[in-house]
């Protein structure tokens, strides 16, 4: 079946540095990207989307790049911050009202 | 105001017991969802309503049964609970248009089945 997959489980930022999170899908048919950001008891939470017709929309200190060719997707974090630790999902979703998660990527930034 | 809001938000039960979770978002969304997040993290839709309607059902056991009363309400129960159902139950909902549209989650239900 479809998958949406993460190169990497976790990841240890130093405070200020920037951070990059990757993410594979395997859908072809995908329209439609969303970046979540998930802390420790609580939802999943948006951070930034992006259309099959872009490959790079920014956000405030966030930018998603999609390389369709490779069906690639990363979230790039500028300067980030200790309340940047969270676990980091990406989704996607073909044109119905299903999204579907990658496994996540926990994110630990470290002062 | 809570957006998409959820209860309870820890569930405690013994096996066999039936149980159930409500949900409701006041953001005027028609289309509601029930997603489920393992120990892992994984989250994976179980449920997806339109306009009270059923949309998606991801191959979930006949135990889970939504109901969605009105669009603005999508409550799961769940009968013969089992150990494995032991997880953290998202309900989200999303606007739905001519392209999708971001997902917007509650804060979860964490069941522990004993």
């Known amino acids: 079946g479809e998958s949406v997959g993460l190169h990497l489980p976790t990841l240890s930022v130093q405070e200020g540095d920037n951070s990059i999170i990757n993410c594979a899908y395997s859908?072809?048919?995908?329209?439609?990207f969303i970046w979540y950001k998930q802390e420790s008891g609580k939802g999943p939470q948006f951070i930034i989307d992006?259309?099959?017709?872009?490959d790079k929309r920014q956000g405030q200190r966030v930018t998603v790049l999609l390389n369709k060719t490779v069906k690639h997707l990363s979230l790039q974090i500028a300067a980030t911050q200790p309340g940047d630790s969270a676990v980091y999902f990406c989704?996607?979703?073909?044109?119905?009202?299903?999204?579907?998660f990658g496994t996540g990527t926990r994110l630990t930034i470290i002062p | 105001d809570t957006a998409v809001s959820q209860t309870p938000k820890y569930l405690v039960t013994q096996m066999g017991n039936d149980k159930s979770i409500k949900c409701e978002q006041n953001l005027g969304h028609d289309t509601m969802y029930w997603y489920k997040q393992d120990s892992k993290k994984f989250l994976k839709i179980m449920f997806s309503y339109n306009n009270k309607e059923l949309i998606i059902n991801e191959t979930v056991p006949n135990r889970f049964s939504p109901k969605s009363p009105d669009k603005a309400h999508l409550n799961l129960h769940i009968n013969s609970l089992e150990l494995g159902d032991s997880a953290v139950y998202f309900c989200a909902s999303s606007r739905r248009d001519t392209r999708n549209t971001e997902a917007f989650f509650g804060q979860g239900t964490r069941l522990t089945v004993v």
């Open positions: 989704a996607e979703s073909g044109g119905n009202e299903k999204l579907t």
């Open positions: 859908n072809s048919a995908s329209d439609y």
């Open positions: 992006i259309r099959s017709n872009m």
